[in-house]
């Protein structure tokens, strides 16, 4: 088990860690599917991932007990359906307000979806699978680069420690996620304030009204609509709303 215990409702009140897995994704999903009757909150961290995934066929690598990797199952009402990428809003918040609270000072921003970058470098990524039934069952992964310092060809990723120089508790770091992500969703289910969460995630989004290429053009990043779709900017003024995938984007 790991401690202190998060101070939440639901998030983390029980928790199995795994010294190795294929992914916590996976992992997660096998218990769910023994057990109808999981309680939302239950997590799963592991201190290697043999598979970790990120968003499509992007692998997640990282050093063996260097870094922090969980997955949690929640369970939402199933009126959050017509507005599911809100919970890809209140969960990016959520991790990147603990990144931030380590790195006080630095700039961390949420790339669209949901990597979190600090420096322009990603630090952490979210993957979010649903299924739909009585009730909207979600399994939430987050991966994030604490403590490993050597990252061999991915040059576009850094760790809270690489930006620190501190190294940090990984099980402090993970209850303090669960608290922040549970805040979020909280936040997220309180139907007055739908309109708020999506514009602090817009408020937080890395590279906003800056210049990003779609197709060899240039596009202004101006917003995300409550739907997840990225509105972008031509040159010519014209404005376009992508989803996830739907074009390759150049950041850089």
Not at 67 to 77: C, G, T, Y
Not at 125 to 138: C, K
Not at 186 to 206: A, D, E
Not at 219 to 228: F, N, Y
Request: aromatic share 6%.
């Amino acid at each position: 088990m790991v401690n202190p215990r998060p101070q939440t409702v639901h998030l983390g009140h029980v928790i199995i860690k795994k010294h190795r897995v294929g992914s916590t994704n996976d992992e997660l999903k096998q218990i769910v599917r023994e057990n109808s009757k999981l309680d939302s909150g239950f997590t799963v961290v592991a201190e290697y991932q043999t598979k970790g995934r990120g968003q499509g066929r992007n692998q997640w690598i990282s050093e063996s007990g260097k870094n922090a990797m969980f997955s949690v199952f929640i369970r939402l009402p199933q009126d959050v359906r017509e507005n599911i990428f809100l919970l890809n809003f209140a969960v990016s918040l959520g991790v990147r307000a603990a990144v931030q609270k380590k790195l006080i000072g630095q700039q961390v921003e949420v790339k669209w979806p949901n990597d979190i970058m600090v420096g322009g470098k990603k630090v952490a990524g979210i993957l979010i699978e649903n299924t739909f039934g009585a009730y909207v069952n979600s399994i939430v992964g987050v991966g994030v680069n604490v403590n490993q310092n050597e990252f061999g060809e991915m040059s576009r990723a850094t760790s809270i420690a690489s930006v620190s120089g501190n190294t940090s508790d990984i099980n402090e770091f993970i209850t303090d996620c669960l608290e922040y992500v549970e805040k979020y969703i909280n936040l997220m289910l309180n139907q007055t304030h739908l309109q708020q969460i999506r514009k602090l995630y817009v408020s937080q989004l890395y590279k906003l009204d800056e210049t990003v290429q779609v197709g060899g053009k240039d596009h202004k990043v101006i917003d995300v609509d409550a739907e997840g779709k990225l509105i972008l900017r031509d040159e010519g003024g014209k404005q376009m709303a992508i989803t996830h995938n739907e074009k390759k984007i150049e950041w850089t």
